[in-house]
């Protein structure tokens, strides 16, 4: 029997598993990197480990300081949690020779499944070599062998764009696996991911634990995912089914895993890989069957028998990833405090809670949410409804975005969701909200409420008075902050204080009920909505959740500060990260043209690219891989001038000179 369990992981799926254990009576181990020494999981294990340093490849990827930690804590087991070690045979082979159980199928399984060009062969499917790809394979996905999570991962269209993403795909690989083996697979631009779930004992059982759809994915990682998959046909469920038992059945499997396919238009399945762990994705299926997942790793793992038929399903599940991150500025990674995490009525899985700081050293999940349901249309109304009502104060989140794809005609109507959603609706979607005009008022009120206004002996009205807001992070809209570090847009709200309480001058159709520091409720068309807002003391953000959903300003200076402007051409980090790489033969002088990709940031395991704003000459770089560098911090100038054959033939611009100011706006 286990008695005490290091979880070779953090954040969400670490507290995942302990919550598990202690309904079970299985004391905790956690370890944790520098940034983590506070973290949640930490604070809920009953022992934690050091393992120092901050980088993963310092800590949480090194196998022999785990297995350290593990023998030190007094512990007898280990689970691997998903992703860093967990799908490492040698990381298996350690655990078990250091006398540990091991929480997972076999190493011997892990390493036939590890390499997905190696669990290809295993059924049957010859993944095509990218070094003998013709015009006639387009598109192709360029993908790591040796891992996931959309990592060295690359879509190519056309043959001449091809040396350039292998060359990415290798060195993302490497960097991220440690294995820079890359294969290309037909890549289907409408097709549906859907998974089978697996579980199986050491006594010949295979559980097929049902479907599910992870199709709404951004950067070839999933964003919503549901179980079943809707719209399926029995037959091919079966041929599903059949596959994927045959797959483990072939590998000696044993414990959690799951077989990924992609189904193309014609209702063909593509086998994609074998992951031999937890999937992020697990609530669904346990909602669905009734079963804790983790409990059952657990039990298999200490030899126990399943029943021969797993338990009937029940219902739909439809399960949210909350990130921190900016959807309208390309997913950009998100820090800071997490102030609030409130999302009522639904199962929230999370490794955060109030008052965590979001760091830039790892994956950028907040928190998953998961709704259960009778029906499919049922579960997408209540997910969608508890994401709206839920307070999230902190990072800018892709919170709205989840509400808008829950209730997307083409996501509600079964199986007619695909892989390319958001390439198709990303625009619409990050849309500012449609309330956000009243919400801003109800900001203006909530502070001007938080101060005293004029005396009871004064009875005439006071002049209007102004507070200016930008729309989400650093005050900018959809687009960011403007060139001079202001809004690109936002809200203008003048208000007035009378006798029986506020006039809004520009507002006319909108009646102020009531106004206090906390909360506003504004009559607009006969309707009276109440808005809650909160403003952190010593920010310029302020939260103000409504009827309508969640808004996220930023207070605008009266008065701009010029010495905030930046010099025209100007590359600012869009996040705080990691310089991974800079482009090649890239110096002061050179010349660029627009979209070149210049540089990569590295930031909550994903990477970004730097690309040059306008064709000209580099006159600055202030980046080196291996850089850390803050939000908005100088990257590189890109000096706007023509070619030297320019259009008056003297290689200058046209019309009027640009000023000497280094601080003077950059042109529109």
Same mark, same amino acid.
């Given at each position: 029997?286990?008695?005490?369990?290091? #979880?070779?992981?953090?954040?969400?799926?670490?507290?995942?598993?302990?919550?598990?254990? =202690?309904?079970?009576?299985?004391?905790?181990?956690? #370890?944790?990197?520098?940034?983590?020494?506070?973290?949640?999981?930490? @604070?809920?294990?009953?022992?934690?480990?050091? $393992?120092?340093?901050?980088?993963?490849?310092?800590?949480?990827?090194?196998?022999?300081?785990?297995?350290?930690?593990?023998?030190?804590?007094?512990?007898?087991?280990?689970?691997?949690?998903?992703?860093?070690?967990?799908?490492?045979?040698?990381?298996?082979?350690?655990? !078990?020779?250091?006398? $540990?159980?091991?929480?997972?199928?076999?190493?011997?399984?892990?390493?036939?499944?590890?390499?997905?060009?190696?669990?290809?062969?295993?059924?049957?499917?010859?993944?095509?070599?990218?070094?003998?790809?013709?015009?006639?394979?387009?598109?192709?996905?360029?993908?790591?062998?040796?891992?996931?999570?959309?990592?060295?991962?690359?879509?190519?269209?056309?043959?001449?764009?091809?040396?350039?993403?292998?060359?990415?795909?290798?060195?993302?690989?490497?960097?991220?696996?440690?294995?820079?083996?890359?294969?290309?697979?037909?890549?289907?631009?409408?097709?549906?991911?859907?998974?089978?779930?697996?579980?199986?004992?050491?006594?010949?059982?295979?559980?097929? $634990?049902?479907?599910?759809?992870?199709? $709404?994915?951004?950067?070839?990682?999933?964003?919503?995912?549901?179980?079943?998959?809707?719209?399926?046909?029995?037959?091919?469920?079966?041929?599903?089914?059949?596959?994927?038992? @045959?797959?483990?059945?072939?590998?000696?499997?044993?414990?959690?895993?799951?077989?990924?396919?992609?189904?193309?238009?014609?209702?063909?399945?593509?086998?994609?890989?074998?992951?031999?762990?937890?999937?992020?994705?697990?609530?669904?299926?346990?909602?669905?069957?009734?079963?804790?997942?983790?409990?059952?790793?657990?039990?298999?793992?200490?030899?126990?028998?399943?029943?021969?038929?797993?338990?009937?399903?029940?219902?739909?599940?439809?399960?949210?990833?909350?990130?921190?991150?900016?959807?309208?500025?390309?997913?950009?990674?998100?820090?800071?405090?997490?102030?609030?995490?409130?999302?009522?009525?639904?199962?929230?899985?999370?490794?955060?809670?109030?008052?965590?700081?979001?760091?830039?050293?790892?994956?950028?999940?907040?928190?998953?949410?998961?709704?259960?349901?009778?029906? =499919?249309?049922?579960?997408?109304?209540?997910?969608?409804?508890?994401?709206?009502?839920?307070?999230?104060?902190?990072?800018?989140?892709?919170?709205?975005?989840?509400?808008?794809?829950?209730?997307?005609?083409?996501?509600?109507?079964?199986?007619?969701?695909?892989?390319?959603?958001?390439?198709?609706?990303?625009?619409?979607?990050?849309?500012?909200?449609?309330?956000?005009?009243?919400?801003?008022?109800?900001?203006?009120?909530?502070?001007?409420?938080?101060?005293?206004?004029?005396?009871?002996?004064?009875?005439?009205?006071?002049?209007?008075?102004?507070?200016?807001?930008?729309?989400?992070?650093?005050?900018?809209?959809?687009?960011?902050?403007?060139?001079?570090?202001?809004?690109?847009?936002?809200?203008?709200?003048?208000?007035?204080?009378?006798?029986?309480?506020?006039?809004?001058?520009?507002?006319?159709?909108?009646?102020?009920?009531?106004?206090?520091?906390? !909360?506003?409720?504004?009559?607009?068309?006969?309707? #009276?909505?109440?808005?809650?807002?909160?403003?952190?003391?010593?920010?310029?953000?302020?939260?103000?959740?409504?009827?309508?959903?969640?808004?996220?300003?930023?207070?605008?200076?009266?008065?701009?500060?010029?010495?905030?402007?930046?010099?025209?051409?100007?590359?600012?980090?869009?996040?705080?990260?990691?310089?991974?790489?800079?482009?090649?033969?890239?110096?002061?002088?050179?010349?660029?043209?627009?979209?070149?990709?210049?540089?990569?940031?590295?930031?909550?395991?994903?990477?970004?690219?730097?690309?040059?704003?306008?064709?000209?000459?580099?006159?600055?770089?202030?980046?080196?891989?291996?850089?850390?560098?803050?939000?908005?911090?100088?990257?590189?100038?890109?000096?706007?001038?023509?070619?030297?054959?320019?259009?008056?033939?003297?290689?200058?611009?046209?019309?009027?000179?640009?000023?000497?100011?280094?601080?003077?706006?950059?042109?529109?």
């Amino acid at each position: 029997m286990i008695e005490t369990l290091l #979880v070779a992981n953090r954040g969400e799926i670490a507290c995942r598993v302990f919550r598990t254990c =202690r309904d079970l009576g299985i004391r905790t181990v956690a #370890v944790h990197s520098d940034p983590d020494a506070g973290a949640l999981h930490v @604070r809920e294990a009953d022992a934690a480990v050091r $393992l120092p340093g901050a980088a993963p490849a310092d800590t949480y990827l090194r196998g022999d300081l785990v297995v350290a930690a593990a023998l030190a804590a007094g512990a007898d087991a280990v689970h691997p949690g998903y992703g860093f070690l967990s799908e490492s045979a040698a990381f298996a082979r350690e655990v !078990e020779a250091a006398g $540990l159980t091991w929480i997972g199928p076999p190493p011997e399984a892990v390493e036939a499944m590890a390499s997905k060009t190696r669990a290809k062969r295993l059924l049957g499917v010859e993944p095509l070599d990218p070094e003998a790809l013709t015009e006639a394979d387009l598109p192709v996905l360029v993908k790591a062998a040796a891992g996931g999570g959309g990592r060295g991962m690359r879509v190519v269209r056309e043959m001449a764009a091809l040396p350039g993403e292998l060359a990415a795909a290798r060195a993302e690989a490497l960097s991220a696996f440690g294995d820079g083996e890359v294969f290309a697979e037909p890549y289907l631009e409408r097709g549906r991911h859907v998974e089978v779930q697996l579980l199986a004992d050491a006594h010949g059982t295979v559980w097929p $634990l049902g479907t599910r759809d992870c199709s $709404l994915q951004r950067r070839h990682q999933k964003v919503v995912e549901e179980a079943p998959a809707p719209g399926l046909p029995e037959a091919l469920v079966k041929e599903l089914y059949d596959t994927a038992v @045959r797959a483990a059945r072939a590998v000696g499997y044993r414990g959690a895993g799951t077989v990924e396919f992609l189904i193309g238009p014609d209702g063909t399945a593509h086998f994609l890989e074998m992951n031999t762990r937890l999937q992020v994705e697990h609530p669904v299926t346990e909602a669905v069957y009734g079963v804790d997942l983790v409990a059952l790793q657990l039990r298999v793992a200490e030899g126990a028998a399943l029943p021969p038929e797993p338990p009937a399903p029940r219902g739909h599940a439809v399960e949210a990833r909350l990130y921190a991150e900016d959807p309208a500025r390309s997913f950009a990674p998100q820090t800071g405090t997490l102030h609030a995490l409130d999302v009522p009525g639904v199962r929230l899985d999370t490794g955060y809670a109030a008052g965590d700081a979001v760091g830039v050293h790892y994956d950028a999940l907040l928190a998953k949410a998961v709704a259960h349901a009778p029906t =499919r249309a049922e579960a997408l109304r209540l997910l969608a409804r508890a994401l709206e009502r839920a307070r999230v104060h902190g990072p800018v989140t892709n919170r709205d975005l989840l509400v808008r794809s829950l209730r997307h005609p083409e996501f509600a109507e079964p199986g007619r969701a695909d892989t390319g959603f958001y390439a198709r609706h990303l625009p619409a979607l990050t849309a500012p909200l449609p309330g956000a005009r009243y919400a801003a008022v109800a900001a203006a009120l909530a502070e001007a409420s938080a101060r005293p206004g004029p005396g009871a002996w004064r009875n005439l009205p006071s002049r209007p008075r102004l507070r200016a807001y930008g729309d989400g992070a650093g005050g900018g809209g959809a687009g960011g902050p403007a060139a001079d570090g202001h809004a690109a847009d936002g809200h203008e709200v003048r208000y007035a204080r009378v006798r029986d309480g506020y006039a809004l001058p520009d507002d006319p159709d909108v009646r102020v009920v009531s106004a206090t520091a906390r !909360e506003v409720r504004l009559e607009v068309g006969g309707v #009276v909505r109440p808005y809650r807002v909160t403003v952190r003391p010593g920010s310029d953000t302020v939260h103000v959740d409504g009827p309508d959903g969640a808004h996220r300003f930023t207070r605008r200076p009266r008065f701009p500060d010029p010495a905030g402007r930046t010099a025209p051409g100007s590359l600012l980090a869009p996040m705080p990260g990691t310089v991974v790489r800079v482009a090649e033969g890239l110096a002061a002088g050179a010349r660029v043209e627009a979209g070149r990709p210049l540089l990569w940031l590295e930031a909550m395991k994903m990477e970004h690219q730097v690309t040059a704003p306008a064709s000209g000459v580099l006159t600055a770089l202030h980046a080196a891989p291996g850089d850390q560098v803050e939000l908005g911090a100088l990257l590189a100038v890109v000096d706007p001038a023509p070619a030297p054959d320019g259009p008056d033939g003297t290689g200058t611009p046209d019309g009027p000179e640009a000023p000497d100011d280094p601080r003077a706006p950059a042109a529109p």
